[in-house]
């Protein structure tokens, strides 16, 4: 790992501060759970790491009046154990339930799991001069893919790493930001970025900016988070779904649908979410729901069953809020 | 002179009085007749449980000397390059580097793998000297190079090594009966190809040492499953410096696992030893993870042509198989034992290669070609079972036949009713939903033989009434030492808390067996009781002497020594020591004489039964339950046993289900060298696991104990598989049988 200066910063507008004083390579670190291996790789590079762990001021959960706001330092564990959280946005509970292991989950962070970068695996080995690395080639295209995007990948076909942030864009989520020009929110939905968009990093936010907080406005939607992998001790998401449904007894006044680890950003599963809107659900309309979230998939060459997969878990999701 | 003995042997419901002869100087068998006290009676608990636990234990990875360097090793990023080290001073003055050393004579040489070994940079932090490694200039000439097996036995291919890829380039052939006359008698024949992944060794402590010199002596604790060779290596390595293997200390407390990886001093740990002796400080050097699995040895991969002949009634004629085997760039592998020993069959034909490719070399591991082959013969015969609609417990009991000393088919049977095959069994694929369940079973067997030559041991009897049991062997984590100390304990007819067991370490001067093949228990154990035997006889007679009787009629059991002739003479152990004053008695034992009974020493049995679950909507399939019957001969440390075969099994789970070393087809690198996308299964992939032992008098060694690190770590990946071709009613012939394979066979199988 190479040198870098550590400073602990007391809160988020002195981090912004420090982010913005001139020097070129500072980073935020939180946990260190992501950034730390990067700088051990040396995928990353950094000078100056502005600790933001102990801002006491970003490490909260607040759930008043039917609307949820979390911030950025509340730990992924502190996220899954929350009841409000549960009782409200169960798919946001759900998903920090499952992010890697109990360690992780104590010592990750909400704003670093949201900016945590991808695990593909030719972008985690310094041997590969990736695109995503400032290279010519996305190595997965025609290299080992079976973990990778089936959606939305040109011209690099990583996913998106994080839980927390599938379940967030299906709840609408709203993430506040801090900059050197002050605070701005930013949807979810807009938040994340596909590569054809911005090939780095995964989304909106300029190296001089942090996430501080993220909000769910109150909402009438039941929720659910279903995470598929290997191994469940701990695994990435070899995909995932979050819906969330405002329901009429079994009928769907209105649906979101999210797709994770399939897509280089939270996916939003568009066709599935038409498909249910002011119907009564059914099994054979999850199903629909499901082939039509996989409609426009394309699969590289090891990943092909992603496709089926997908398609079983949004049925399963939807038939799961209304059991 | 040797005494003539009597014993029974044999397991339950089928046992035999034998004869058999012994030297003077060591004792008798203890066989089924024996009074045991401690083995088989009482659950000894591993005696070194709370030193680990507790980190109390050192392991070389916590060696840390004073004034110690680190030492971190560059190895080459390509599959196939010559590469010289060009300049290696840049890294030389980078902060706290005290030494750059290179793996090869002039820093040059053929890389064959990436991971490649190419120098090693020693500083005052590991940090310093992970840094320092990065700033070595090397020139690399990348080369053409192959990593596909398949791609590898074209002619057309680049080649690995100097020979052809495919070695030997005749396959070589086992044969036995008339394999043609077998396929013309069979009523039904099945084919099927099957391939099984490399698995890494991944062992929780990566190989490494640590070196330390004392004036011409030099110390290193080494992650080693045999401290001699690693001693004979490290002096043979530096004799230009005058070594000599006198002077050279190893010692291996506690290890991290080895598996059949760890053997032999490692180009580091003479490459620390040297740089140690030059610096004048000791080296520490552990492999990162990375390199620890890339190049520290691997389970190689293989493909096996299957072909069986039977009759209607399931009853075996002919196998045929040709089977490949990829070892990397070097080593070589054989399936064939499975096939040939698991089952009865008259007629068979093993015809076997070695295909190289430019990825790391293989080594032993844990029961050496045993899982795949295991996996090849399981299949197929679950496939004949399939075609024949007969129940495969059916089948494959039809197929087994045991001896006095070859319990399999009464494990097989014994396993069968503890698992509730009967109510769990049903026709392949017949279940309806979504979520379907399945059975299967395979069977085992391996030769653990002990080495009559392979150890000497020292027993010593203080005045106080401790013992200590010597022996140049080390733990590899099977419990050897729990085993020596209930051994000893046995034979002198104390408690185990008057022993202590003095191992790994070569200057107690005592030959020891590496910890390979499942050998330990079977070659140490008779020479610790011929120790002890002999070190108490010496005792019995200073208390025949004070009791007017002969050393032969004093025994002592549970503590209290007496006269077998005269109840009313005895007295306690710890008295009987006193008698020595401020002297100890010590014997020490080389070796054992085996009984060598006609039609023993057959090898360990056992069979395995697996439950899992499929998901056929996700691919997903779980193994929920495994029972695991085993003998190795007479069970000497039951709890030890049980960890044995309860780490294999998931040994098996994982080959069968998660692990897959993953090579980048383009760059010829291992694409998951880490533990997020190397899947090991964590304890949500352990299934629950039931061991039954069985006790096996097989008169071998004095014990009756074999090894069994190896023998269940064999059958579980066919299980399994099996299990899954129970439940979704096609097999699947590729391991790992993860969800990409199971939704890619229910297509196949639907459309
Ligand atoms: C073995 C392993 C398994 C994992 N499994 C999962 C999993 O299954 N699911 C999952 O979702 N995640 C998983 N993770 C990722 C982990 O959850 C995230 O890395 C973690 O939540 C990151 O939080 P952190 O605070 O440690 O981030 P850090 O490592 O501190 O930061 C990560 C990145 O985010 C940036 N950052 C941090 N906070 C902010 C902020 N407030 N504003 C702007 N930028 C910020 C940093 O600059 C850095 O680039 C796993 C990680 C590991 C190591």
């Given at each position: 790992m190479d040198r870098f200066q550590f400073i602990n910063a007391n809160s988020a507008q002195e981090a912004v501060s420090l982010l913005n004083d001139g020097s070129t390579k500072s980073k935020i670190i939180a946990g260190g759970q992501d950034l730390l291996t990067e700088l051990k790789e040396h995928i990353a590079k950094a000078e100056k790491l502005i600790n933001i762990s102990d801002v006491q001021e970003l490490n909260y959960i607040n759930a008043e009046n039917g609307s949820l706001k979390v911030g950025a330092t509340t730990t992924i564990a502190a996220i899954a154990a929350n009841g409000e959280i549960l009782a409200k946005n169960r798919a946001l509970a759900e998903a920090a339930s499952v992010v890697g292991s109990p360690q992780i989950r104590n010592q990750g962070t909400l704003g670093g799991n949201l900016c945590q970068r991808p695990r593909c695996w030719y972008y985690r080995s310094e041997a590969y001069p990736c695109l995503k690395k400032g290279g010519g080639i996305c190595y997965a295209l025609s290299g080992r893919n079976k973990y990778h995007a089936i959606f939305g990948g040109a011209p690099a076909y990583y996913v998106h790493p994080s839980d927390c942030a599938t379940a967030l864009t299906a709840l609408g989520a709203i993430i506040h930001c801090l900059g050197p020009d002050g605070e701005k929110t930013i949807p979810s939905e807009k938040f994340f970025t596909l590569p054809s968009e911005i090939l780095l990093p995964e989304n909106v936010l300029k190296p001089n900016e942090m996430i501080t907080a993220v909000e769910i406005p109150t909402h009438n939607m039941k929720s659910t988070y279903i995470k598929f992998r290997e191994k469940e001790s701990y695994d990435w998401a070899i995909s995932a779904v979050a819906a969330a449904l405002e329901l009429d007894g079994t009928r769907c006044v209105k649906a979101s649908i999210v797709l994770g680890g399939v897509a280089p950003k939270p996916w939003r599963a568009k066709k599935a979410e038409d498909v249910l809107q002011g119907k009564t659900i059914t099994e054979s309309l999850a199903e629909e729901a499901g082939e039509a979230a996989v409609d426009d998939a394309t699969a590289l060459s090891d990943n092909e069953y992603k496709i089926p997969l997908t398609k079983t878990l949004v049925k399963r999701a939807i038939m799961k809020l209304i059991a | 002179m040797a005494k003539q003995h009597t014993t029974v042997v044999g397991y339950e419901g089928n046992t035999q009085s034998i004869e058999y002869a012994i030297p003077e100087n060591e004792t008798g068998l203890w066989g089924a007749n024996f009074d045991y006290s401690i083995v088989g009676k009482k659950n000894i608990p591993r005696l070194d449980a709370v030193e680990k636990v507790t980190g109390k234990a050192k392991y070389s990875y916590d060696i840390n000397r004073p004034n110690m360097l680190h030492a971190v090793v560059l190895t080459c990023p390509y599959a196939h390059a010559h590469f010289e080290v060009t300049d290696t001073s840049e890294a030389e003055k980078m902060p706290g580097v005290k030494s750059i050393e290179v793996f090869d004579e002039g820093g040059k040489g053929t890389a064959r793998f990436a991971g490649w070994l190419i120098a090693m940079a020693a500083a005052e932090t590991i940090q310093q000297a992970r840094?320092?490694?990065r700033k070595i200039k090397v020139n690399y000439k990348v080369l053409p190079f192959v990593i596909d097996p398949d791609e590898a036995m074209d002619d057309a291919s680049p080649r690995v090594n100097r020979g052809g890829n495919v070695n030997p380039p005749e396959a070589r052939a086992r044969d036995r009966g008339d394999v043609d006359q077998g396929f013309q008698e069979a009523e039904v024949i099945v084919e099927g190809v099957y391939t099984t992944q490399?698995?890494?060794h991944s062992c929780l402590e990566t190989h490494g040492c640590v070196a330390e010199w004392n004036g011409d002596e030099v110390t290193v604790w080494h992650s080693t499953q045999g401290i001699w060779s690693v001693a004979g290596g490290i002096a043979s390595g530096l004799k230009d410096l005058g070594l000599q293997q006198n002077n050279v200390r190893v010692i291996t407390q506690y290890m991290g696992g080895?598996?059949?990886?760890?053997?032999?001093?490692?180009?580091?740990?003479?490459?620390?030893?040297?740089?140690?002796?030059?610096?004048?400080?000791?080296?520490?050097?552990?492999?990162?993870?990375?390199?620890?699995?890339?190049?520290?040895g691997n389970k190689p991969g293989s493909k096996m042509y299957v072909k069986l002949g039977a009759k209607k009634d399931g009853k075996l004629t002919a196998i045929h198989v040709k089977a490949y085997?990829?070892?990397?760039?070097?080593?070589?592998?054989?399936?064939?034992?499975?096939?040939?020993?698991?089952?009865?069959?008259?007629?068979?034909?093993?015809?076997?290669?070695?295909?190289m490719t430019n990825a790391g070399a293989s080594r032993a591991f844990r029961a050496p070609g045993r899982p795949q082959g295991s996996f090849g013969i399981e299949m197929a015969l679950e496939e004949l079972a399939m075609k024949l609609e007969m129940d495969s417990y059916e089948l494959k009991a039809k197929n087994v036949s045991g001896t006095t000393y070859k319990a399999v088919p009464y494990e097989l049977k014994l396993g069968a009713e503890k698992f509730g095959w009967k109510e769990k069994s049903k026709k392949h694929g017949s279940e309806n939903g979504k979520i379907k369940h399945g059975v299967g079973c395979a069977v085992t067997f391996w030769h653990s033989t002990g080495q009559d030559k392979g150890a000497s041991v020292r027993c010593t009897l203080y005045p106080d009434g401790s013992v200590e049991v010597a022996n140049g062997c080390q733990d590899l984590g099977t419990g050897q030492r729990t085993m020596m100390a209930i051994v000893a304990a046995e034979e002198l007819g104390i408690d185990v808390g008057f022993i202590k067991v003095s191992i790994g370490d070569t200057q107690l001067g005592l030959n020891g067996p590496a910890s390979g093949g499942s050998t330990t228990t079977p070659t140490t154990s008779p020479v610790v009781r011929n120790a002890c035997y002999q070190a108490k006889l010496k005792l019995y007679e200073k208390i025949a002497t004070k009791w007017k009787t002969e050393a032969s009629d004093i025994d002592c059991k549970n503590g209290t020594v007496f006269s077998k002739s005269h109840s009313d003479k005895k007295m306690s152990w710890k008295d009987a020591a006193a008698m020595l004053r401020n002297s100890a008695i010590t014997a020490t034992a080389d070796g054992f004489t085996k009984p060598d009974v006609p039609g023993s020493n057959t090898g360990a049995y056992g069979a395995q039964f697996a439950e899992v679950e499929v998901d056929t909507e996700t691919g997903k399939v779980r193994?929920?339950?495994i029972v695991a019957v085993q003998d190795c001969g007479k069970t000497i440390a039951k709890k030890q046993a049980e960890s044995q075969i309860c780490g294999a099994v998931i040994q098996g789970v994982a080959c069968a289900l998660y692990e897959d070393r993953i090579m980048d087809n383009m760059a010829g690198r291992q694409i998951n060298p880490n533990m997020e996308e190397y899947k090991i299964p964590g304890i949500k992939e352990t299934p629950d696991i039931e061991t039954v032992i069985v006790d096996v008098y097989d008169p071998v060694v004095n014990t009756g104990g074999k090894g069994l690190g190896e023998p269940p770590a064999i059958p579980t990946g066919g299980a399994i598989g099996c299990a899954v071709a129970n439940a979704i009613g096609v097999p699947i012939r590729d391991l790992p049988i993860t969800p990409d394979k199971v939704l890619a066979a229910l297509q196949r199988k639907e459309g």
């Open positions: - | 840094d320092a490694a490399v698995q890494t080895g598996f059949g990886s760890k053997f032999g001093p490692e180009p580091f740990g003479v490459l620390c030893a040297l740089v140690a002796k030059k610096v004048g400080r000791p080296v520490k050097m552990m492999l990162d993870r990375y390199t620890d699995t890339v190049y520290a085997n990829y070892p990397g760039h070097s080593g070589g592998s054989s399936v064939a034992i499975p096939f040939m020993e698991h089952y009865d069959c008259e007629n068979i034909r093993i015809e076997e290669q070695n295909v193994c929920t339950r």
